[in-house]
């Protein structure tokens, strides 16, 4: 596979530019999926090729309480993840990308849940410089939103990393323009999407998304990214990205009136450094989305297209430690992360008007053993929620514990 591989990156280089070492290593990432491995490839012909790719993640999670009307503790096994990935290339320049999934099946007793796709796109690569994205795909704001999540530092992400508006948060329909540049030290990023849309809308704006980052060491030149390369990259590298979609919500839903517009912004670090002594990792981000007020937790006047992280601001910081060698069969990898949540959100409903809810910070650590990479693996986390004022009758707004082992499989 990797000489037929090899063999179309030749014939696509003889045909563009000389590229750099790092530009050369960019072009290879451009015919791959962003993770590090793949499944069965059927080749057509000397350009075109198709690469079939399975994975689950399963867990089993004990939590301090069930849902937002049941206070009592729950212990659910479900699947977190559960996806069928067919992913190609056309010729040299077009490839094309589809995932299906079936995520959180069987959780709190809901199973046989609808298979739909998560990913549909197509891609164009012009040059290293010159790359275009057209169909469903992650939207391009936060770091942890596009680190694979098959391939995280820690259990998952953060729900800060998801942008409150626009298909399911993580992703968006729409056209991305991207490249790298300076060695592959530089990468920026355009896309215009969907965003909110529909009837219920106050307009039907384009949602824009501007994201720029710059690599000090090893270039990170996909348009994903990886929470841990385990070592076998060293890497330091800033972003930031801004995001914007004009008329998105109603101040005033009964009414139909006083429109807001959103905003969001975010900067963002990471840093992986392999030693004799083993592997260390630390990245952090800040994020400010802003909506002016629109969400008030009243359901009598909210706008349904909107939710409470609507004028989220909080930041995460993660940190990670591999031991140098293998523990048994496999490598063990320790994590801990620290995150800390402001809604902006002051009640204004009834007898809670006034309160602030939402706030929150989470604190937490587990292990990755990796029996074959990310491949397979077990991860444990333990995490403490706590709520800076705790809901008087809603379990999900007052501190709880929680408690995850987590198996993951890719083919």
């Known amino acids: 596979m990797m000489i037929n591989i090899m063999k179309r990156i030749h014939k696509s280089l003889a045909r563009l530019a000389p590229l750099s070492c790092a530009c050369c290593a960019a072009a290879l990432s451009s015919l791959l999926p962003v993770v590090t491995y793949a499944g069965p490839t059927i080749r057509f012909g000397d350009e075109g090729s198709l690469t079939f790719t399975y994975a689950l993640q399963g867990w089993l999670q004990n939590k301090g309480f069930t849902s937002e009307n049941n206070s009592s503790s729950s212990t659910d096994a479900f699947l977190r993840r559960n996806r069928l990935t067919f992913s190609g290339q056309y010729n040299d320049y077009i490839g094309f990308y589809a995932q299906l999934e079936a995520g959180n099946d069987s959780k709190l007793g809901k199973d046989n849940k609808s298979v739909y796709y998560r990913d549909a796109y197509v891609t164009l690569d012009y040059s290293d410089e010159l790359r275009f994205i057209v169909g469903r795909f992650k939207n391009t704001f936060s770091r942890e939103n596009l680190e694979a999540c098959l391939e995280p530092l820690t259990l998952d992400r953060t729900d800060m990393s998801y942008s409150p508006f626009g298909g399911s948060g993580s992703r968006d329909t729409g056209l991305a323009i991207w490249g790298n540049l300076l060695d592959a030290k530089l990468q920026y990023r355009f896309m215009v999407a969907d965003g909110i849309e529909g009837e219920s809308a106050p307009e039907n704006n ?11 060491w090893d270039p990170e030149y996909n348009y994903g990214y990886l929470g841990t390369y385990l070592g076998t990259q060293k890497v330091f590298t800033i972003g930031a990205a801004y995001d914007t979609q004009k008329g998105v919500a109603y101040g005033d839903y009964p009414m139909r009136a006083d429109v807001k517009d959103y905003d969001a912004w975010t900067v963002d670090a990471f840093m992986e450094y392999p030693a004799a002594s083993g592997v260390y990792t630390l990245s952090g981000a800040y994020f400010n989305y802003d909506t002016g007020g629109a969400f008030k937790d009243n359901p009598s006047t909210d706008d349904p297209n909107i939710g409470a992280n609507s004028d989220l601001k909080g930041y995460y910081v993660k940190a990670g430690y591999m031991l140098p060698g293998k523990i048994g069969p496999g490598r063990l990898q320790f994590f801990a992360r620290n995150e800390g949540q402001d809604y902006g959100v002051i009640s204004d409903n009834g007898t809670l008007a006034g309160a602030e809810y939402y706030d929150r910070s989470w604190n937490g650590a587990g292990f990755n053993y990796y029996l074959d990479g990310q491949k397979l693996k077990v991860t444990f986390e333990y995490a403490k929620v706590s709520f ?10 007052q501190d709880y514990d929680q408690a995850t082992l987590g198996l993951q499989f890719v083919f």
């Open 206 to 216: 384009a949602r824009w998304t501007a994201r720029v980052h710059y690599s000090f």
């Open 388 to 397: 800076d004022t705790e809901h008087p009758t809603n379990p999900s707004l």
